[in-house]
């Protein structure tokens, strides 16, 4: 069964860093491209940060490029997304996915919150 569980979020401090973890399982890790989405209430996820399945150059949005780093691991299945200088507007609900366009294949983790306050 495939799944994908994220960890690592919390309630931080504005300028302080996280790192977000998701490992994948039942399922070809090295053939998805994965992705972070945040959602905030009332509004659609928004795609925050992508690697394809090379492992090649990474995209990010706007908002958190120069602050974000996706990264993943086909050794252990996992991809990370290191946040830092953290800001209030970056407080969201936090989703790993795991996409191959081809076959229409399309995972996702359950979500972690993330919560940057004073």
């Known amino acids: 069964q495939a799944q994908l569980v994220e960890s690592g979020g919390g309630l931080v401090q504005p300028g302080e860093s996280l790192i977000l973890s998701c490992a994948a399982s039942?399922?070809?890790?090295?053939?998805?491209?994965v992705n972070w989405y945040v959602q905030i209430p009332g509004k659609e996820r928004e795609l925050v940060a992508s690697?394809?399945?090379?492992?090649?150059?990474?995209v990010y949005s706007e908002s958190v490029k120069g602050r974000f780093v996706i990264t993943r691991d086909y050794t252990e299945n996992t991809m990370t997304l290191q946040m830092n200088s953290l800001k209030p507007e970056d407080t969201a609900e936090y989703y790993c996915?795991?996409?191959?366009?081809?076959?229409?294949?399309?995972?996702w983790g359950k979500g972690t919150l993330v919560a940057v306050s004073p």
């Open positions: 690697k394809d399945a090379k492992g090649g150059s990474a």
């Open positions: 039942g399922f070809t890790f090295a053939m998805y491209t």
């Open positions: 996915n795991a996409k191959w366009d081809l076959l229409g294949m399309d995972y």
